[in-house]
């Protein structure tokens, strides 16, 4: 079990007059996302609260311990925890495809979505897009989710023998839901541990900070604090995009219990 | 215009024009334009008609059972020449009527935040273009080196980390199994970051160690590490 402190806020930045993030803040769940939609006339606002809430009601079905169907295309790569989140980043993508389908004003809309899930003692987060999930650890930032950009996906190719992009096409997403049927998200999985930062933010806030800069306002600040903190300086630097940011911090991991760890809760020790 | 042909079995029971701007209401009730008289369809089951960006489409209204399109349920789809629309146990065939021009189903044109950094390419040429050039870039980005442990003592052979999650401990349900007293149920593990591998100590009184420090609780993984985890020993290879 994994006790955690945490805060989540949005902002609607400084130019544009909607508000198309959506973010959800569940300690009862463990669960914490961040949906930055698109497309035009309002539609992300459409799409990113459909991924929030197609993900939140799915992954409280298992959480009763309600009966769960076997998982159709489990990645045996992956363990049981992960295949879930992937599971409902799979079904947002379905309900968000379907309505942009279904409805002429949403034709074209969009989401991304970043996403951390406490299980046990551990975490597992998965993205597509290019809203960024950091793991602060220490005096050290890194980056979990994987950028689902051209110009991220150009860069990380071996030196030279570039293709040529069109400069237009440079700042795209390469992977959004709601785009097609499918959907492919980056995921990872690892053990939590005391102290960890979880900082989940839609690019509206990444796009003005440097992940260092992030590091230096987190750190050791209480997470509340901290998103105010992180949209006062993006929406100083301009803020012409949506700001969502979730902070996540672990304050306690207790893990499962071994042999002796019994022993010791029985001698009272622990 | 196209043609919806209503069949039952092998049956072809009637045909129906499908005009741009009417719509067709398909379903048992007989204020219908194709009424189907079978219990397995609902009063109001689906409708087909013309949308600007899409094209003829086909839209179930909620019905019980569902509307299928080539055994593929939907709740909107865009038809195409030749699809098979399954309702109950009916099945309605869309065709054009050969030597008939099909409609032009107009592209999105580029409206104001078209260029918006975070719009996903939109029309059907553009994504095409965009996702050969990702397949081309994806090719080109070297096959993600995979990490592998090289048995030296406790188990022979190698064991590829293809899992983003590996287990290792006493437990039989673990990847990796490493007996011991003083062995945790999940001693630790090994789990595949964008960074890199990164090995974690959970549980027991046996730690693991790297190049013989002990790990207490994080740390990432350098090809050639030796890894300790009881009596199991292995260096951490990639291979690419």
Known sequence: MVVVESAGITDVGCKRTGNEDCYLVDDSMGLYIVADGMGGHQAGEVA???????????????????????????????????????????????????????????????????AIWFTGDSFVAANVGDSPIYLIQGDSIETLSVPHTVIAEQASMANGNAIKIDEKFRHMLTRGMGVIETVDADICENQCFNGNTFVICSDGLSDKLTPDEILDVVKDVKPDKACQDLVDLAKERGGEDNITVIIVRVKKVKRGSGFFASILKKLGLS | MPILQLQFKDKIISKYRVEKGKSIKIGRRDTNDIVIENVSVSGRHAKVEWAENGGFMIVDLNSTNGTFVNDKMITTHALKHGDVISIGKHRLIFGYVKGEARPEVEEKTEEEGWMEKTMVLDTEEHREMLAKTAEELRAKITVDKVGILSYLSGAEGEFPLTKKLVKIGKDPANDIVVGGFTMGKVAATISMMPTGYQLSYVGGMTKPKVNDTTVKESVKLEEFDTITIGSLKAKFILKG
């Open chain 1, 48 to 114: 990113s609260r459909v991924v929030i809430e197609t993900m939140k009601s799915y992954m409280e079905r298992f959480q009763d311990g309600s009966s769960v169907e076997e998982l159709e295309d489990e990645d045996l790569d992956l363990t049981r925890e992960a295949n879930r989140l992937l599971a409902s980043i799979r079904l947002a993508n379905s309900s968000v495809f379907s309505i942009s389908q279904s409805k002429e004003a949403c034709r074209g809309m969009g989401s991304t979505v970043s």
